[in-house]
């Protein structure tokens, strides 16, 4: 019967940062020699051991156990590894006192059990719970079984820091925690800061600021809410200049560039202007239909307003009757007066004298317009019939449009009762007494508007587009986040 075993050396080869690690063997080095009742030495055989570990040295509960087959040597010596069957995981020894137990063969446990104590050097680890500091050398990886791996600094009462070194021994980026909410700074290897990562300033958002020097006398800020309404703010800081845009202001405010920051080649809806003219004359031969007298074309990027300028000059002669003529602006060729977008010029009567008369005729009008080519027309024909051997001539017209881009103020004009539909203010303009057998006879209705209220409609059927398409992205942001939020579990499982 085997009544003994001398224990020469048990040495721990842990390490309980990790059971998963194929690199950190969970496994205990044992080496003893089995004697016989007497203390001879068993020589050169096998015999059936059975280890146990218990949290006490006399009863206790098993904290793990294993059966091996070992081998002894000329002088009754032999080596195994323990955790072969059953690793020796670090719950094993989460407690402070654990006790090894031998059993060999069929012969009762051996007494008294081992107490398993530290290595030297593994005193120095201690524990990680409760740890008071210390140096780890190389990279250091954080696994576990549970849900998440959390590395915690701080507690309820005291804000915790992480902080990582540059290559230079200078601290590389700081990750604290606060009263207002956690932080993180970033330094380069001179100290100086580099980035800043923060809850708002100024609201409930989060802010990022980008240093441009240790004092952020430049620099960049991104604030998510800073006005504290959900407004962002984006304020560049330069040596000699600043910008920003903030989206809790209104209108100009909203937006600040330095002077001259954007040109006018950058810009889409700069004015514009564009021209043409004809070297020569036209005579007018009927009071059916206007005539071309020059057309011009712009081009503009964006909704506006095009002011249309067009001056000729009449020239009448031939006859002592009525000889005169009526020029407007118009976007349709061949049409008929259009009130109230001409003028009229020329004699009813001229006397007895056939002699040739020269008068300046000039008209104006104003359109609202989308982003698009436009084309336009300074047009005439005779107003009535022309006396005998009279002729009517209109020469040398031009034609001007210029592009505005936004209506800087009011935007008043002049329309027809049927134009005058779209808005919703107008103010009827009472025609004044008519005078004249053969002058223009206005019979329709003119009415004064302001054109901002076509901007107005269209600003806000924008508005309304946009406010759509900001609902649709939050809600497939939402349906995304729930979609997440639905395979956490799953992730977290795994």
């Not at 070992?70 to 195994?80: E, H, L, P």
């Not at 680890?125 to 954080?142: H, K, R």
């Not at 001179?190 to 923060?198: D, I, K, N, R, V």
Request: charged fraction near 15%; proline fraction near 4%; hydrophobic fraction near 40%.
């Amino acid at each position: 019967m085997l009544k003994r075993i001398l224990l020469l050396a048990i040495f721990l080869l842990f390490a309980f940062a990790s059971t998963l690690l194929a690199a950190v063997p969970a496994l205990m080095n044992y080496q003893g020699i089995l004697t016989n009742a007497s203390g001879n030495p068993l020589i050169s055989t096998s015999r059936t051991v059975k280890f146990h570990i218990y949290d006490d040295p006399n009863a206790g509960a098993i904290q793990w156990a294993e059966t091996l087959t070992v081998n002894t040597d000329a002088s009754g010596r032999f080596n195994t590894i323990l955790g072969q069957v059953h690793p020796l995981t670090d719950a094993v020894f989460s407690g402070t006192d654990r006790y090894l137990g031998l059993t060999v063969a069929s012969d009762p446990e051996l007494s008294p059990r081992t107490q398993i104590v530290s290595v030297g050097y593994a005193n120095r680890v201690s524990t990680v719970d409760g740890a008071t500091g210390g140096t780890i050398t190389g990279d250091v990886t954080l696994q576990s079984t549970l849900t998440a791996d959390n590395v915690v600094a701080g507690d309820a009462t005291t804000a915790g820091t992480v902080l990582a070194q540059n290559g230079n021994g200078t601290t590389g980026a700081t990750v604290s925690g606060s009263g207002a909410g956690g932080s993180i700074l970033v330094q380069d290897e001179a100290s100086a800061y580099t980035h800043y990562l923060a809850p708002g300033f100024y609201g409930d958002g989060g802010s990022i600021v980008a240093y441009g020097d240790q004092t952020f006398t430049s620099g960049v800020e991104i604030d998510g809410d800073g006005n504290g309404s959900d407004d962002p703010w984006l304020f560049m800081l330069g040596s000699s200049q600043i910008a920003q845009i903030n989206l809790g202001n209104t209108g100009d405010a909203s937006v600040s560039f330095p002077d001259s920051a954007i040109s006018s080649g950058e810009m889409l809806n700069e004015p514009g202007i564009t021209a043409d003219h004809v070297i020569g004359f036209t005579d007018l031969v009927s009071a059916a239909a206007m005539v071309d007298l020059v057309t011009t074309t712009i081009t503009i990027p964006a909704a506006g307003y095009i002011v249309v300028r067009g001056w000729c000059y009449l020239v009448a002669f031939g006859t002592t009757s009525t000889n005169d003529a009526i020029v407007q602006i118009d976007e349709t060729a061949g049409g008929s007066i259009t009130v109230p977008y001409f003028t009229a010029g020329g004699e009813e009567e001229h006397g007895s004298s056939t002699a040739v008369y020269f008068e300046p005729m000039s008209v104006e009008r104003i359109f609202s317009k989308a982003a698009g080519t436009w084309t336009f027309r300074l047009e005439a024909q005779t107003n009535g019939t022309t006396g005998a051997g009279g002729t009517t001539r209109i020469g040398y017209p031009h034609i001007t449009a210029t592009y505005f881009p936004t209506s800087y103020g009011s935007v008043t004009t002049f329309v027809s009762q049927n134009e005058a539909t779209q808005f919703e203010k107008s103010i009827q303009v009472e025609p004044v007494g008519v005078t004249g057998t053969d002058a223009p006879q206005v019979t329709e209705l003119i009415y004064q508007v302001d054109l901002r209220e076509l901007e107005l409609k269209a600003a806000k059927a924008r508005a309304e587009s946009e406010k759509a398409q900001r609902e649709l992205l939050q809600a497939q942001m939402k349906l995304q986040q729930e979609k997440i939020q639905a395979l956490k579990p799953k992730l977290e499982r795994k």
